[in-house]
């Protein structure tokens, strides 16, 4: 045989073997409206799965703080505590990394009257949401790629405006050789401005001290109460802060 042919012969062999199954895949690939449907080819791009957990209140899943501790020394920072605890699990893959860089942002949810733009008379409340992330400061603490913990710092004024039910948005990005891939996650954090329960126990730094209380323990800053919303709209009343129009 004359070997100039036999690519073309080759060519047509394979195209013949194709064309055999052509068939079979056709049966298996028909759309709901009878017709030949194409296969879908699905894209896995790499992602980064940021996890985090609350550790203040493991029943409610959120974060607690208050600026006093109790409405008589409200103002005062009085026994506040300040500071929030998360643990975090940051992967690449399914793999644990230590990410590039890290952030935090905060928005303040408030419950304000509508004035403008009130939708009917029926809309008597609206949820308006507000950047504080200048108020926080956030601290990521690794014991190991991927898994750490979070703390987070409230460093605004102790104000009656702080009190509220806040969303906590925790960012990771991380280089992948000339791409950056991202990922986030969101919590809650609720800044009282007391706890709503009694004090069980009090830790002193050094703990042989009496007088320099640097955390105060309660069983339930919350109270029972379900939401930290209500908890917000609750002290701001007893504060005789009234509720602003928007």
């Known amino acids: 045989m004359n070997k100039r042919y036999m690519p073309v012969i080759a060519a047509v062999l394979i195209a013949v073997t194709c064309t055999a199954f052509l068939p079979v895949f056709a049966q298996n690939m028909v759309g709901s409206n009878?017709?030949?449907?194409?296969?879908?080819?699905?894209?896995?791009?790499?992602?980064v799965t940021v996890v985090t957990i609350p550790q203040d209140d493991q029943l409610r899943n959120t974060g607690v703080m208050w600026l006093a501790d109790s409405s008589t020394d409200f103002g005062t920072l009085t026994g506040a505590s300040l500071v929030s605890q998360y643990k975090i699990l940051v992967s690449y893959n399914g793999v644990p990394i230590i990410p590039s860089s890290m952030y935090c942002q905060f928005v303040e949810k408030d419950k304000r009257e509508p004035m403008k733009n009130q939708q009917g008379p029926w809309e008597t409340l609206a949820s308006v949401p507000t950047?504080?992330?200048?108020?926080?400061?956030?601290?990521?603490?690794?014991?190991?790629?991927?898994?750490?913990?979070?703390?987070?710092?409230?460093?605004?004024?102790?104000?009656?405006?702080?009190?509220?039910?806040?969303?906590?948005?925790?960012?990771?990005?991380?280089?992948?050789?000339?791409?950056t891939v991202y990922g986030t996650d969101m919590q809650d954090l609720c800044v009282l401005g007391w706890p709503l329960s009694t004090v069980v126990d009090t830790i002193y730094v050094p703990p042989t001290s009496t007088t320099n209380a640097v955390k105060y323990i309660y069983a339930d800053p919350l109270g029972g109460w379900k939401s930290c919303e209500s908890v917000a709209l609750y002290e701001l009343n007893l504060l005789n802060v009234p509720i602003q129009w928007s």
């Open 34 to 47: 009878g017709l030949p449907q194409l296969p879908t080819f699905i894209y896995a791009a790499p992602t």
């Open 131 to 179: 950047d504080m992330s200048t108020s926080f400061l956030c601290k990521f603490r690794w014991g190991k790629p991927g898994v750490g913990v979070v703390d987070v710092y409230y460093i605004g004024s102790g104000s009656p405006a702080a009190i509220a039910d806040y969303v906590l948005i925790i960012g990771i990005n991380y280089v992948v050789g000339r791409n």
